[in-house]
């Protein structure tokens, strides 16, 4: 067996973890206080930056002082900045997409071999593999390279893409490879408060519209070969630039591969004009790959870790912190509280003596967007309906107009079309602005008896139980009560309340209308295309067809 490297120690299953002796130092020389002194003032150092509900105890100290877990998660990150006075990549933890590896000596780059899959970049030492990290964080680490990858405005931009997207999404960012393997743009997505955004290719190819569909032109089809073999997410993108401004159209590279090869000869790809790369689509495009990048790179932990989870179904409550799988990523997190308190409320729902209520706690497209991807999502919401029959069970939010006014436009196109798939289930939903309900944690009340599930900006992965206190009834009756009376979308026309929520979110109606038409006439998966099997885009499309039939019932 390798030795392990200098300052480190092997541990079951031959991975190395270094002590932190940063940090300790930082604890015992600077602050002079034991670790669960530390702990509390870290809790408190997070409540007064804004990350209200952190979870922190000496035994997590030791596991980073220990060297067992080598990078927080990011709020925690924030919280030790705050606390310390110091940059974080300062106090002595793992460096993101650090390689362990058993010995140094193995490092020589001779004898190792990298390759790039699924959006994620792996080193091959003989008959082991690494993962060295994400496509996109590893952008975001290096930057433009001197000689390589040269910075957008130091190249050509012939199409005016670059342009564009600075005016209109200036989060994006974008570089040119080299050498480019048929690359023409690699597109690093921004990462949000919980997603860690993710990256994806382009190669462009000139474009004429017509009858509802961007014809590209593939004139040099060896190019195009070489591009559409990448394993990574992809998009052909068609650039129309017959009416002065450009237009930009896209496809999935896996897409287009499978459409060409039916007609080997015909030289060129219809997309369609629904797939026009606009706030909707590339708002739908930075939530599906985020999510979905984020559960591949976890694939095999996330499974370990849900089973070894599994045991917390048998109690009737839980709260369960994200230190549980402290291996697993934020959006692996965000899928396993979500399909954890699913299964909870579907087990619970038929002991409640009425018509349940239910508080979501979603404010953001970002946190939203779980509903319109993750599999199990819209089979939930299909599974009350099936418990509820005809009478329509009422969801409500807590949406503050701070959270409206800070949420960009393309999140709060992913938090309408998250309620609209809701509607779709046959949900009434109300919206409440007052921030002093933010707090509610996620519940369904119905009669003397309540459900707790909540996932969304808690403290861990989640909360579950059950209960008929009397102080928790209260208080989840005059929060339901309040939405109830005061909804700012309220109608009895499910049409009405929807233009209700657009112009609450200040989106265009006429302007979504149309979008969503557009979308369900052909749906969304050649655009977005899941890897991940937890992935879904079905919401989507029910959610687009919603808004479609309701402005054919309205005409």
Not at 254 to 283: K, Q
Not at 353 to 379: N, S
Not at 394 to 402: L, T
Not at 403 to 416: C, K, M, N, T, W
Request: glycine residues 8%.
């Amino acid at each position: 067996m390798s030795d392990a490297p200098a300052g480190g120690v092997t541990v079951a299953g031959g991975r190395v973890k270094t002590p932190n002796l940063v940090l300790r130092r930082v604890r015992e020389e600077e602050r002079h206080e034991t670790r669960e002194e530390f702990a509390r003032a870290l809790v408190a150092a997070a409540d007064l930056i804004g990350e209200h509900g952190l979870a922190c105890d000496a035994r997590l100290i030791a596991r980073w002082e220990d060297g067992e877990v080598g990078r927080p998660r990011p709020a925690y990150q924030r919280a030790l900045e705050a606390l310390t006075g110091r940059a974080f990549d300062t106090l002595g933890f793992r460096q993101p997409n650090a390689i362990e590896v058993p010995s140094p000596d193995a490092l020589a780059l001779e004898r190792l071999s990298f390759y790039v899959e699924e959006g994620q970049m792996w080193a091959r030492l003989g008959r082991r593999t690494f993962l060295v990290g994400s496509t996109a964080a590893l952008l975001a680490q290096v930057g433009p390279l001197a000689g390589g990858t040269p910075a957008l405005g130091e190249v050509a931009d012939p199409y005016g893409f670059t342009s564009l997207m600075r005016e209109r999404w200036p989060e994006l960012k974008l570089s040119r490879p080299s050498p480019d393997y048929g690359v023409d743009l690699t597109a690093l997505f921004p990462a949000g408060r919980v997603l860690e955004g993710s990256s994806l290719q382009m190669q462009f190819h000139d474009a004429s519209v017509s009858n509802g569909r961007a014809l590209a032109s593939l004139t040099n089809l060896p190019r195009w070969t070489q591009f559409s073999r990448t394993s990574g997410r992809a998009l052909l993108v068609g650039a129309d630039l017959s009416n002065g401004a450009p237009r930009f159209f896209a496809l999935d590279a896996r897409e287009a591969r499978r459409r060409l090869s039916n007609s080997p000869d015909s030289g060129s790809i219809a997309i369609p004009t629904a797939y026009e790369l606009d706030d909707f689509s590339l708002g739908l495009l930075w939530a599906c790959a985020s999510l979905d990048g984020g559960l591949q790179a976890d694939d095999q932990d996330l499974a370990l870790s849900r089973e070894e989870l599994s045991a917390y179904e048998k109690l009737s409550a839980s709260a369960v912190s994200r230190e549980a799988a402290p291996e697993l990523g934020s959006v692996s997190h965000m899928w396993l509280g979500s399909e954890f308190c699913a299964r909870h409320i579907l087990r619970n729902l038929d002991g409640l003596p009425d018509l349940p209520v239910f508080w979501t706690r979603e404010q953001r497209g970002e946190e939203a967007c779980a509903w319109l991807l993750f599999d199990h999502k819209y089979a939930y919401l299909r599974a009350v309906r099936s418990r509820t029959g005809e009478q329509a069970s009422v969801r409500m939010f807590c949406i503050p107009r701070q959270a409206v006014d800070g949420s960009p436009h393309y999140e709060r196109i992913l938090l309408f079309l998250s309620i609209a798939l809701m509607e779709a289930t046959g949900i009434h939903v109300k919206v409440c602005d007052d921030p002093s309900y933010s707090g509610v944690e996620g519940f369904v009340l119905g009669g003397q008896q309540a459900i707790i599930a909540n996932w969304v900006r808690g403290a861990g992965m989640w909360h579950v139980d059950t209960t008929n206190r009397p102080s928790v009834l209260r208080e989840f009756r005059e929060a339901s009560g309040e939405v109830g009376a005061y909804s700012v979308i309220e109608s009895r026309d499910p049409a009405r309340r929807m233009r209700s929520l657009a112009d609450y979110l200040a989106l265009d109606w006429a302007w979504l209308q149309t979008r969503c038409q557009a979308l369900a006439q052909v749906g969304s998966a050649s655009l977005l295309r899941p890897r991940s099997r937890l992935i879904s885009v079905a919401g989507i499309d029910v959610a687009c067809t919603y808004i479609n039939d309701l402005e054919r019932a309205a005409a």
